[in-house]
Nanobody
Framework: QVKLEEYGGGSVQSGGSLRLSCAAS????????MGWFRQALGKEREGVAS??????????YYAYSVKGRFTISQDNDKNTLYLQMNSLKPEDTAMYYC????????????????WGQGTQVTVSS
């Protein structure tokens, strides 16, 4: 049974930082697309960052709105995905979800097969 569990959400002031973690179980962490998505109230879920994991490393993708501020990384030995978020802005406020896909999926929501329950990030001005 595949399980993705997010940690690390919280409330922070504008300009602050948070690191999200996603512990994955039931999947082999290599050769997967792993991604972070977010959904703000009243808006559609959107891709934030993803990594196409391969034995030799990974290829990362970022939404334009977070490029240069967020960094996605993974620890293959711990089956854990991270999202380091710096210079947070109020518009980053959303529920953040971790997702896993069998094939290359980039930031396409429909390309992911498994989803976590989400962790809330709130950025105040």
């Amino acid at each position: 049974q595949v399980k993705l569990e997010e940690y690390g959400g919280g409330s922070v002031q504008s300009g602050g930082s948070l690191r999200l973690s996603c512990a994955a179980s039931g999947i082999a962490f290599s050769t997967y697309s792993m991604g972070w998505f977010r959904q703000a109230l009243g808006k559609e879920r959107e891709g934030v960052a993803s990594v196409y994991i391969q034995p030799s490393g990974g290829t990362t993708y970022y939404a334009y709105s977070v490029k240069g501020r967020f960094t996605i990384s993974q620890d293959n030995d711990k089956n854990t995905l991270y999202l380091q978020m710096n210079s947070l802005k109020p518009e980053d406020t959303a529920m953040y979800y971790c997702a896993a896909g069998w094939e290359f999926a980039g930031l396409r929501t429909e390309g992911y097969n498994y989803w976590g329950q989400g962790t809330q990030v709130t950025v105040s001005s």
